[in-house]
Structure formats: C-alpha cells, structure tokens
C-alpha cells in the first residue's frame, strides 16, 4: 500500500509563486509514474503535469512554461513548481501515483490565486 501526502498549498496572488510537494510512503516510489491532476469547483479533475520514473516530463497545454514537475527518489518525493499563476489556477491539487493497472491518490491540497 501507497500512501501519497500532499502539502504546499495556500493563497497567493496572481504572477506569485508556490511549490506543492506530494510525499509518499512505501519503498518502490521510485518506479512509479507520478502526476499532478487538478479540480476546480464544479468541473472534472484534470491532468496538469507527469514525470516518469526515467524523469520524462509532460505537461497540460495550459500550464506549459510556467509550472514545471520534479522528483526526489531518495526522498520519496515529487513536486511541482508552479509559477506566473493565474486566477484560472485555482482548484484543489492532487497527487497521483502509477503502477502498472495500480494507482493511488492524495487527499488534495487547495491553490487559490486571488488579489
């Protein structure tokens, strides 16, 4: 069993900045592909970003070049930097861990982006 935390979350103005982490329990984190999905009130959870266990990136048309997607195998870590946010940003954050037909998900973390 995976348990995935995530934190970092909080309230910050349009253009700030904020770095969510998601920690994970367990030893095998480092083969499993990682994301970020986010649901903003009244809409479906979407796809923000993934990194693969080998380090490959991919991103939502929407966030590309402002938010980038990292991890830290020896700390069982991933993260997601999120910069030049926008009030369309708001929602709750979610982490996602994949393996193989497996999947396992955070308890959210929510972004608000208001002046």
């Known amino acids: 069993q995976v348990q995935l935390v995530e934190s970092g979350g909080g309230l910050v103005q349009p253009g700030g900045s904020l770095r969510l982490s998601c920690a994970a329990s367990?030893?095998?984190?480092?083969?499993?592909?990682m994301g970020w999905y986010r649901q903003a009130p009244g809409k479906q959870r979407d796809l923000v970003a993934t990194?693969?266990?080998?380090?490959?990136?991919n991103y939502a048309d929407s966030v590309k070049g402002r938010f980038t997607i990292s991890r830290d195998n020896a700390k069982n870590t991933v993260y997601l930097q999120m910069n030049s946010l926008k009030p369309a940003d708001t929602a709750v954050y979610y982490c996602?861990?994949?393996?193989?037909?497996?999947?396992?998900w955070g308890q959210g973390t929510q972004v608000t982006v208001s002046s």
């Open positions: 367990g030893r095998v984190f480092s083969i499993f592909t």
């Open positions: 990194i693969t266990s080998g380090g490959t990136t």
């Open positions: 996602k861990g994949v393996l193989g037909a497996g999947y396992y």
